[in-house]
């Protein structure tokens, strides 16, 4: 049996301009998954490396307690405020990591926007199953 065929004589070939709009939204979709992904890679990186300097600020704070002249308390109190502010450093690279994000989907959400063509709405009424902005 001979399976081979030409290209160009298959009857079935499927015209790819007809699905462009579809293949776009397929890309946008692809693209937001992307910008997550780097976006959790990015925070997971900035986090690790606040954490670990916090880690070394807080071994530098214990060994530097071992002075007879500083007390328990004031020790810990040191300690917590070094904990504190690494909290704080990991929160804001959260913030501006979210920010960051933020603005790749807008970006994304107006390149969505623009693949629906003025005049060309069809009769049918589609019903939104997410929540629009106000």
Not at 28 to 38: D, K, M, N, P, T
Not at 41 to 62: E, M, P, Q, Y
Request: glycine share 6%; proline share 3%.
């Amino acid at each position: 049996m001979d399976y081979e065929y030409d290209y160009y004589d298959y009857p079935d070939r499927v015209d790819l301009t007809a699905h462009e709009p579809i293949l776009t939204i397929a890309s946008i979709l692809g693209q937001a998954y992307f910008q997550c992904a780097l976006s959790g890679l990015r925070f997971g990186f900035a986090a690790t490396k606040s954490i670990v300097r916090g880690h070394i600020r807080l071994i530098d704070n214990l060994q530097a307690s071992r002075n007879p002249e500083q007390s328990r308390e004031e020790t810990i109190r040191t300690l917590v405020d070094e904990a504190r502010g690494c909290l704080r450093d990991v929160g804001e690279a959260a913030s501006c990591e979210v920010r960051r994000l933020q603005s790749k989907l807008g970006t994304l959400q107006e390149v969505a926007r623009e693949v629906i063509v003025e005049g060309n709405h069809p009769d049918s009424v589609y019903i939104r199953r997410w929540k629009a902005k106000s």
